[in-house]
């Protein structure tokens, strides 16, 4: 049934592997064709960020995603996390996994996402044109995600919050 009145039934009918991703959910969707699934890891020390790794490793590689791409995600999760928590996100239909896993981290800054991006589209000049979108936005950081999946190079997102105001700013 695609219906579920609390992330607790919704979470009984997700794919096995998704509790291979632990149990922090952070948030869960349905729209209208399949469920969304995302898992906060807390990534205080170097066993935790291997433990991690491992978890989304195991995921990543029973839905098909690219060695290269896992090897990838494993260097950057040791590099992003920094002792902050990371997302995973999967997204399931009909009781099964696409065959897409996607990372998430906060809090990071431009210069790493230049490197990624120029790496995974060299024929792009990303280099001027995330510096533009810094200079444009007034902020130094912002969320990536690394959107893996059975094709490389890998998909990435680049999430920004515009706060003039200071509205969301933690207190």
């Not at 991690?52 to 996390?81: C, M, N, P, Y």
């Not at 996994?97 to 790496?119: F, Y």
């Not at 190079?153 to 706060?163: A, E, F, S």
Request: hydrophobic share 45%; with cysteine.
């Amino acid at each position: 049934s695609a219906t579920a009145h609390s992330d607790e039934a919704a979470m009984s009918g997700a794919p096995a592997l998704v509790s291979t991703l632990g149990d922090d959910l952070a948030s869960i969707g349905w729209d209208g064709e399949a469920w969304t699934y995302s898992v906060t890891q807390q990534n205080p020390d170097d066993a935790a960020v291997d433990a991690t790794i491992a978890r989304f490793d195991t995921v990543a590689q029973a839905v098909g995603v690219t060695e290269a791409q896992r090897k990838i995600a494993a260097r950057l999760q040791r590099s992003l996390a920094r002792g902050q928590p990371s997302r995973i996100w999967v997204r399931a239909r009909a009781g099964k996994l696409d065959p897409i896993l996607t990372l998430s981290w906060d809090l990071v800054e431009w210069l790493p996402i230049q490197h990624m991006m120029s790496g995974f589209y060299p024929t792009i000049d990303t280099t001027t044109k995330i510096g533009r979108l810094a200079r444009a936005v007034g902020i130094e950081h912002c969320t990536a995600e690394l959107v893996l999946g059975p094709v490389d190079p890998p998909g990435m997102r680049i999430l920004v919050q515009l706060d003039p105001g200071g509205t969301f700013a933690p207190t």
